[in-house]
């Protein structure tokens, strides 16, 4: 209990007794929902001819079904109104709670934030390899021109696009390396925590460098071969590999956000068991009570209780709310 600040511990008992309200009305209210339908269907066929009292008797028992019906009706609505609201209360709480309280619970939110610095890396991947297979294609029609083939040499013009393209490999090999090293210490801290998530998705690591640096060691029809295959390949990744991959992103993203709640809720059940003993059924109908008004005040504050501002900048009073 020594966790439990009042406000979140008064939220908690409100809620117990909505639920337990509940469970007093609703058998209660299936039972007289029945009598109800089972004065109406007993209605006799002849009633118009029938005689004053008898009438007068078979409306009596019909109003007195009907009233019963109503106010159980009307028990439960105000449970269904109330409810969303004291939850939506309770877990704000809860959740300050444990960014004040709760070194896992916070480390755990941080690592989820790292897929933003994952995503980033994604689209600076995504540039690299465009910039990559653009120098792949330059260095593929220049090896053609002044190619000695009876040295099997390239030009000095076809060696420096090939350096160039060596370069714009070796970024997109440090973007990989650097995108999987966010994945892996997400899902380090994660586990750490005790979060067992789905990690960010790994990039394939390529070796693009060392796969270009053999081709410019090949004979021309060979090394053309290799920069089709290559292309065809980096192509592949740019158009389709990079949209899948920020699509599993999102899919983990859930995964761990869900995850990260279903913390929150463990945490509000061992709330609800550190309550429960002081929830006594008879202190229920009064506390729903108060629930009611406690949001129907805080809700006049909210909507009523503000001036409303006009189009033109001036400031006029609401009208009062109705009352129920």
Avoid at 68 to 77: D, E, F, S
Avoid at 156 to 183: G, H, P, R, Y
Avoid at 197 to 220: D, F, G, H, Q
Avoid at 278 to 288: A, C, K, L, W
Wanted: hydrophobic letters at 35%; charged letters at 30%.
């Amino acid at each position: 209990m020594s966790q439990l600040d009042d406000k979140l511990k008064d939220l908690l008992v409100r809620e117990a007794h909505l639920k337990l309200s509940r469970e007093q009305l609703r058998p209660i209210w299936v039972t007289k929902e029945a009598e109800l339908r089972a004065v109406e269907t007993s209605k006799p066929r002849f009633l118009p001819i029938m005689g004053r009292r008898a009438k007068e008797e078979y409306q009596a028992r019909l109003a007195a079904a009907q009233e019963t019906v109503t106010i159980l009706r009307n028990g439960l609505q105000v449970i269904e109104r109330c409810e969303p609201h004291i939850k939506k209360m309770i877990e704000e709480e809860i959740e300050s709670a444990l960014r004040e309280q709760c070194e896992e619970y916070v480390e755990a939110l941080a690592a989820r934030r790292q897929k933003e610095d994952w995503v980033r890396c994604l689209d600076r991947f995504g540039e690299k390899i465009f910039e990559f297979t653009r120098s792949l294609g330059n260095v593929r029609n220049v090896a053609v021109s002044g190619y000695a083939r009876d040295r099997q040499a390239y030009s000095q013009a076809a060696v420096q696009a090939f350096t160039l393209a060596i370069t714009a490999a070796q970024k997109v090999d440090e973007e990989i390396k650097f995108a999987n090293k966010i994945s892996a210490e997400q899902q380090r801290i994660m586990k750490q925590n005790g979060f067992d998530t789905r990690p960010l998705p790994k990039l394939p690591e390529t070796n693009y460098a060392v796969w270009v640096s053999k081709i410019s060691a090949l004979p021309l029809a060979e090394a053309q071969d290799q920069f089709d295959t290559l292309i065809l390949q980096t192509k592949k990744t740019y158009d389709t590999g990079i949209p899948e991959l920020k699509g599993q992103a999102d899919n983990v993203d859930v995964s761990q956000a869900n995850e990260i709640h279903n913390f929150l809720l463990a945490a509000w059940e061992q709330f609800r068991a550190e309550i429960a003993p002081q929830i006594f059924s008879g202190d229920t109908e009064r506390n729903v009570a108060e629930t009611e008004r406690m949001l129907v005040e805080g809700a006049r504050k909210s909507v009523y209780g503000r001036l409303k501002e006009q189009p033109d900048g001036t400031k006029t009073e609401p009208p009062i709310p109705p009352r129920k």
